[in-house]
């Protein structure tokens, strides 16, 4: 390690701008709070890398944090390296002068030793320069900016034998676009904290903050999320676009097509330098989704893919790694663009595709198989990995990617495949035209069923087989259950045993949909078959969808517990399978709410609902989507959020209304009647509750059993909230008579509840205490805890009844009242006055909002066809009860409690 010019430290000039950062001036910046405060949290740490490509925003970030250490008394130095700096003496110089910014005696041995050398050694220079490190007084942050411009051969070697005598009081903080050696150590070292692309790049959030605050650009949600999609918070490419934008009358036309700016951008500071073939190797596996070194030999005709992956990767030019072991990456979503522009220029990729196809296709990936054989329009090849691979795509829920290709298809094409027809007929489903779908399924079976089209390796049984699965799941999408099921049960019959994954998912479509009916005994049954099935073929999808058909199952047996439990299983395997992000995991999602709802740990779950709600598709029925919707209304409105909550369940109800899902319509406005009670409105809540009366009674009586509970358990409340508790018994215990099969344990849990209530109400306490013992302990033996305090309002009076009575049973709950009274608080319900309230009769709730109204004795008499005198009678017992002497005063009181809120 030597060189021959000797230059004297000091008798050269310096930029002193490269001591500083650069000048904001009046440019605005978005401040990185969350990366600076990990930058924080790190500084004890003696070296911290920002290792991203280009546009990053990794300087930024750097003068950011130096304001935010100087803030703080730190002391600070800064060089902005660039490539002069790659020659040793220049490079010291820079760094003796940051440093004597701080420390203006900094560098006396390290100078001379620059002025006495004959021959220049850099390890003698490298020690003087820890001795002067070593005298710095108190902790010094150096910060090197974009250290990758410096390039020396021996620069490894002086960067290892620096790091391992760093001094304790000194911090080196250093941004590049390579990646450094030293983050390849394992275990990572306590001396070492760095940040990469992942972490630089603009979140959402930061994304939608930038060009509201920084830029000022009035993008709406859609527009913002189709940019964050391309760009991947890239901040540079964020910025470009934020200058294309302004030029562009209509920002949709923009953010569709491919931007000057930004290929400028890249080809100028990002591809400048680098060699002909490795352009070439570029542009060529720009085409590939995912990259591997064997993939993308195929592709060139090279033999070190895997080579170039590295190169490329440690350079940092815009490749992402998709999995631990370094084997699959993929280009940025922006530069891959940018490639396939270049591509496009020097000819058809369709060669590039077509090696792709075939390579997937010959090393087990027919999934990606098929899309880039779709993509080269080779659709001959496209239909014969569909026609082979078809059946375990769709058993392993592999569809969703290839899907969005057949959009684009032409309309000739698609007819020409049978197989093209049934996944467009997919795709349709998917964008929930269930009408269209439908047609042409009927249509592509009865092209099979004539023996027209050409079947290569499928069969035409199992192409009919997918056909009728996905028809059946359509159906059970739109709540056609009995369609459904019909289809299933004929397809069932058909089906030869021999076709193990096709009978598993019929059986588990026609299980969901007898859950969905009620008739929870066959939902078991079909249960049974999906899982004899399973055990003779491979589909880890299936098996989840068993899972989580039985975990609605569980709920509905009263054992949410043990449904959780199966779910649980469930996640973990689905993650395992396909990564923290996915489809499937929507659906187990929003099962897993529902369950946790009930024990009351719905809030490890709520973050995922939003997303799970609204990624909707043929595999994740209305049902669940209701389930969650009502999981997320729920928790906000106990949790205080009111009003929110009752625009948000609005809004739901408005969605489901006229479209067909008439029982879970019905399950939602049974909710609504639910809110109303809580916020003490029963006027509205009455009327509520007729509208939903009206909408049972147009259905066939008997089919949505689950429905009909919802009914009687909204008319319990409402009949109980005006002190009407022997309209409460009669409709609670002519709906728990119809709940005799074994699979209604929580229909029987919630009317039990209520009923021990009711009876308590009627002056039957023995009776109700006798309930209340049996269904208070089979449902918290089973995880139930919102059964109880969803109805504190009407349960809490009657448990302190009950405590008071028989206090060494209540003895084993003692959390229990405590837990009642801190729900009522959380809606501002005083839980001293519940009694005094539920004592008030509906006769005289009337006659008090008649009061309130202005109304005379005479007129309320004549208004309510009673004598003048039963008014009077009924006025008095209400001043009693309410502890007033004038009609003002009980309307006063009357709207404190609740009574006349709705006024």
Not at 53 to 68: H, I, N, V
Not at 577 to 590: K, T
Not at 698 to 709: C, I, K, Q, S, T
Not at 831 to 840: M, R, T
Request: proline share 4%.
């Amino acid at each position: 390690m030597r060189s021959r010019t000797v230059i004297n430290p000091d008798s050269l000039p310096l930029l002193h701008t490269k001591l500083y950062p650069a000048p904001v001036g009046s440019r605005p910046q978005l401040l990185r709070t969350a990366l600076i405060e990990r930058l924080l949290a790190a500084r004890e740490r003696r070296m911290v890398l920002l290792c991203s490509p280009a546009g990053y925003g990794k300087s930024t970030l750097l003068s950011q944090y130096r304001q935010r250490l100087l803030d703080e008394g730190e002391r600070v130095a800064w060089l902005s390296c660039d490539e002069t700096d790659s020659e040793p003496q220049r490079l010291l110089r820079y760094l003796i002068a940051a440093l004597r910014t701080v420390e203006p005696a900094f560098g006396q041995r390290v100078s001379s030793c620059l002025a006495g050398m004959g021959e220049l050694q850099v390890e003698p220079l490298l020690d003087a320069l820890i001795a002067d490190l070593q005298g710095l007084s108190g902790t010094v942050h150096l910060i090197l900016d974009d250290f990758h411009r410096v390039r020396h051969p021996a620069l490894r070697e002086a960067v290892n034998y620096l790091r391992a005598r760093l001094p304790d009081n000194l911090r080196l903080i250093a941004s590049m676009r390579y990646r450094s050696h030293l983050l390849e150590l394992r275990p990572v070292p306590d001396w070492l904290f760095f940040l990469q692309g992942e972490d630089l790049r603009f979140s959402r959030e930061e994304s939608a903050a930038y060009f509201r605050e920084v830029k000022h650009l009035p993008l709406n949600a859609r527009q913002l999320g189709l940019l964050y999609k391309r760009t991947e918070g890239w901040i540079t490419g964020l910025h470009l676009a934020a200058l294309s934008l302004r030029r562009h009358a209509d920002p949709d036309a923009y953010l569709t097509g491919t931007e000057r700016h930004i290929a400028d951008y890249l080809a100028e500071d990002v591809l400048n330098g680098l060699s002909e073939a490795m352009l070439q190797f570029l542009e060529q596996t720009s085409v590939l989704d995912e990259l591997s070194g064997e993939l993308c030999d195929a592709l060139t005709g090279r033999r070190d893919g895997e080579d170039m992956l590295r190169r490329l990767h440690t350079q940092q030019l815009f490749l992402i790694p998709l999995d631990g072991s370094g084997q699959w990456f993929r280009y940025h979503q922006l530069f891959a663009e940018f490639l396939q522009g270049r591509l496009a220029k020097r000819g058809d990729a369709s060669l590039l595709l077509h090696a792709a196809a075939r390579w997937c296709d010959s090393h087990g990936l027919p999934e990606r198989a098929i899309r880039y054989a779709l993509r080269a329009r080779d659709f001959s090849f496209a239909s014969d990995l569909l026609e082979r691979h078809g059946p375990r795509l769709v058993a392993g829920n592999e569809v969703y990617e290839i899907l969005g290709l057949f959009r684009n298809l032409p309309a000739e094409v698609i007819h020409e495949y049978p197989v093209f027809q049934l996944f467009y007929a997919w795709q349709l489903a998917f964008d929930q035209q269930f009408a269209e779908a439908e047609a042409l399924i009927e249509d592509v079976s009865a092209r099979l069923m004539q023996g027209r089209g050409t079947m290569l390796h499928f069969g035409k049984l199992a192409m009919l087989g997918i056909a009728q699965v996905l028809k059946a799941l359509v159906l059970l999408y739109q709540d056609k259950l009995e369609a459904c099921l019909k289809i299933a049960r004929q397809w069932l019959g058909m089906v030869p045993d021999s076709q193990p994954v096709f009978r598993a998912a019929l059986s588990c479509v026609q299980a969901a949909a007898y859950a969905l009916l009620g008739e929870y005994g066959e939902a078991d049954k079909s249960i049974g078959v999906a899982r004899d099935c399973l055990s003779r073929t491979d589909s880890e999808y299936l098996q989840v969808m068993a899972s989580l058909i039985e975990s609605l199952i569980c709920k509905e047996n009263g054992e949410p517990a043990r449904g959780s439990e199966l779910l649980e299983a469930a996640r973990d395997r689905v993650e395992r399978l396909y990564g923290p992000s996915n489809r499937v995991a929507g659906p187990l999602a929003l099962a897993y709410a529902d369950l946790l709802y009930e024990a009351d740990r719905h809030a490890a779950v709520l973050d995922e609902l939003p997303r799970a709600t609204t990624w909707r598709d043929v595999g994740t029925p209305v049902e669940l989507i209701s389930r969650g919707q009502l999981v997320m209304t729920r928790a906000r409105f106990f949790a205080g959020e009111t009003e929110q909550a009752l625009i948000q369940l609005d809004e739901w109800l408005a969605e489901l209304q006229g479209a067909r899902f008439e029982r879970v319509y019905a399950l939602a406005m049974a909710c609504k009647v639910h809110f109303l009670l809580w916020l003490r409105r029963p006027n509205e809540a009455g009327r509520v509750f007729l509208q939903l009366q009206q909408h049972m009674a147009g259905l066939p009586e008997g089919r949505y059993g689950d429905a009909e509970v919802a009914l009687a358990l909204s008319e319990a409340r409402l009949a109980l909230s005006e002190r009407r508790a022997d309209r409460a018994q009669a409709a609670l215990e002519s709906c728990l008579a119809k709940q005799t099969a074994v699979r209604h344990g929580d229909r029987r849990l919630r009317l039990g509840l209520l009923l021990s209530v009711a009876y308590w109400r009627k002056g039957n306490s023995e009776k109700a205490g006798n309930l209340f013992r049996d269904t208070l302990e089979r449902a918290w033996n089973n995880g139930y805890r919102r059964l109880f305090l969803d109805d504190a309002l009407w349960l809490l009076p009657f448990w302190e009844s009950w405590q008071s009575a028989e206090p060494e049973r209540a003895a084993a709950w003692p959390e229990m009242a405590e837990r009642l009274r801190e729900q009522c608080a959380r809606l501002a319900v005083d839980h001293q006055n519940l009694e005094e309230n539920q004592d008030i009769s509906h006769r005289e709730r009337e006659i008090l909002r008649f009061v309130a109204a202005g109304l005379s004795n005479r007129d309320i008499a004549q208004t309510v066809h009673l004598s003048e005198a039963t008014i009077k009678w009924h006025l008095h017992n209400l001043f009693s009860k309410l502890g007033v002497r004038s009609r003002t005063q009980a309307v006063l009181k009357g709207k404190s409690m609740g009574l006349l809120s709705e006024l």
